[in-house]
């Protein structure tokens, strides 16, 4: 069985989005991903904020493109939703840090509030998938 296959065999909440959202959504988020991102990482390389501030950004897009091999290609849940889990972890820990390094950066929390809106669902989808197919 290929990886889309396995993937739409697994039950998901009746309230799981459509497969053909996935790709606009993301394309939308990862415009505002690399804008506010690249910032921060600018920002740190030019020593205007800590690297410490970085970190959990760097962190994040580690984890993030961690997810979809794991979930399509693995077609492991358990470890997708531990994934996911992080994506948000770190997603907070960063808006944290960043809200907290430079008043000048505030704009990159409220332009990651969709960022952190859709992981928090897709990590209540992919808990919710992990729990079904046990």
């Known amino acids: ?3 889309p296959t ?6 998901k909440p009746s309230w799981s989005p459509p497969g053909w959202l ?6 939308v988020l990862y415009a505002i991903i690399a804008v506010s991102f ?22 994040n897009v580690l984890f993030n493109f961690a997810f979809p091999p794991i979930q399509f290609r693995l077609v ?9 889990l992080l994506v948000v972890g770190t997603l907070i820990w960063a808006l ?11 704009w990159v929390v409220y332009a990651n509030i969709p960022y952190l809106l859709w992981v928090s669902f897709a990590t209540c989808v992919q808990l919710n998938i992990t729990y079904l197919n046990k």
């Not at 690249?38 to 962190?59: D, E």
């Open 76 to 84: 492991n849940n358990f470890l997708a939703s531990i994934d996911i």
């Open 6 to 11: 396995r993937y739409q065999a697994l039950i």
């Open 96 to 106: 944290y840090a960043v809200w907290h390094a430079s008043p000048e950066l505030s």
């Open 38 to 59: 690249g910032t921060v990482f600018y920002k740190a390389f030019t020593k205007q904020i800590p690297w410490i501030v970085a970190l959990p950004f760097a962190l």
């Open 1 to 3: 069985m290929n990886e």
């Open 22 to 27: 996935f790709g606009p959504v993301w394309t």
